[in-house]
């Protein structure tokens, strides 16, 4: 990669409970989940997603050593993802309010 080169944006793989889970949200929850996908899909290590490790929780892929992870949309909304199907895809796994969304990881 040359110096000053942006890498390239992971692919999105969204899961079935992920756009279930949005599409019950409101027009304010979308956007600040939008906006956390972006940033997620050209830096998942972007500060303001404040991206760590979810306990005791196996992910389906292997691409990504079957971590899950859970990303701050917002002080109140979550984002829960996991490296893979394939290389260089994030498949966001589920979405929605901390409580709720942390519960069905």
Request: hydrophobic residues 40%; charged residues 25%.
């Amino acid at each position: 990669m040359l110096m000053g080169a942006r890498p390239q944006p992971f692919n999105l793989f969204f899961e079935m409970l992920f756009l279930e889970r949005y599409s019950e949200l409101g027009l304010k929850e979308k956007k600040g989940i939008d906006r956390a996908v972006q940033l997620l899909s050209e830096n998942p290590r972007h500060p303001s997603l404040q991206v760590h490790k979810a306990k005791n929780v196996k992910g389906k892929y292997p691409v990504g050593g079957a971590g899950v992870f859970i990303a701050y949309a917002t002080t109140d909304l979550r984002i829960t993802f996991e490296y893979g199907p394939d290389p260089g895809t994030i498949a966001l796994r589920n979405c929605g309010f901390h409580d709720v969304c942390e519960a069905k990881i």
